[in-house]
């Protein structure tokens, strides 16, 4: 007949007294690890073990966070409580993040977590580490699917004004797809008609596209804004970077004689001798 042996009071209480006379005193992190691991193995549910035994890894020579995720993996599939099975989850998806630095089966333990996890709100602890670690990977679609989840969870501006430029810049820099870029941008200036990182980034699709009347309409956008700012030094570069554009429109415009005196184009160059000394 098979018995669940927990540890006693007592083996507690001897253990946690050892602990700390070979961490404080004696200096043997390695002894100090070795016993609040046996502790942990004996019991997956002493938190106060997994504790022990996470300080103590960092501490020894050389470090043995890997020996403590072993074990934890050991134990996963033990039956424990959900909290107890979501702790080791996530201790074992932290520390293969850091220090181990093996991505991938750290996403592997936070979405177990995820899916262990005692509740919603618990669960959505790891979407920003996960939002992290997909970075890292280069998982474009993945952290796009993470980040939209932490823009329909946000009820902060700040927040998702932020989220909306970062999914703005990933699919403009990396998925190659402009066409959602430009969305999560005009999603941005939706929020906040003053976005300067929504703008600038309008800026450069337009740029990408050769899309020359848009891109005035944009640098406009941003001589307002910064009029109102005084954000001259920022202004002055934002012409710098789109130089090009600008001579390759002005020029245009010149050569076709229609529209040489149009009121938008002499405005932009006003405007523009105004506020960038150019």
């Not at 083996?11 to 050892?18: G, P, W």
């Not at 998702?160 to 941008?185: N, P, V």
């Not at 005196?261 to 523009?272: A, C, K, P, R, Y």
Request: glycine residues 2%; contains cysteine; proline residues 3%.
């Amino acid at each position: 007949v098979e018995t669940n042996i927990r540890p006693t009071d007592q083996f507690d209480d001897i253990s946690s007294e050892l602990i700390e006379v070979y961490e404080r005193h004696l200096s043997r992190f390695d002894d100090a690890f070795d016993i609040a691991l046996q502790r942990l193995r004996l019991n997956s549910e002493d938190s106060i073990a997994l504790q022990d035994a996470t300080r103590l890894a960092a501490m020894t020579t050389p470090r043995l966070e890997h020996v403590l995720v072993e074990v934890i993996e050991e134990l996963i599939p033990q039956p424990m409580s959900v909290e107890a099975l979501s702790s080791l989850l996530w201790r074992a998806a932290e520390l293969l993040s850091d220090p181990l630095q093996e991505y991938e089966r750290s996403v592997e333990k936070y979405l177990s977590y995820r899916d262990q996890a005692p509740s919603i709100e618990l669960g959505d602890q790891s979407l920003q580490p996960l939002s992290e670690l997909y970075e890292e990977l280069g998982l474009w679609d993945k952290l796009l699917e993470i980040l939209a989840e932490l823009m329909n969870r946000s009820e902060s501006q700040d927040e998702q004004e932020k989220l909306l430029s970062k999914m703005g810049i990933i699919h403009e820099q990396f998925t190659q797809k402009l066409d959602q870029a430009e969305a999560h941008y005009l999603d941005l200036l939706d929020l906040n008609s003053n976005s300067l990182p929504a703008i600038r980034g309008l800026q450069r699709i337009a740029s990408e596209r050769g899309d020359q009347e848009q891109l005035f309409d944009y640098l406009d956008a941003e001589l307002e804004l910064c009029k109102s700012s005084k954000d001259f030094a920022n202004l002055k570069l934002a012409y710098q970077e789109h130089k090009e554009d600008f001579d390759s429109a002005i020029s245009n415009v010149v050569s076709n004689a229609s529209y040489i005196m149009g009121s938008h184009v002499s405005d932009l160059e006003e405007n523009l001798k105004e506020f960038t000394g150019a």
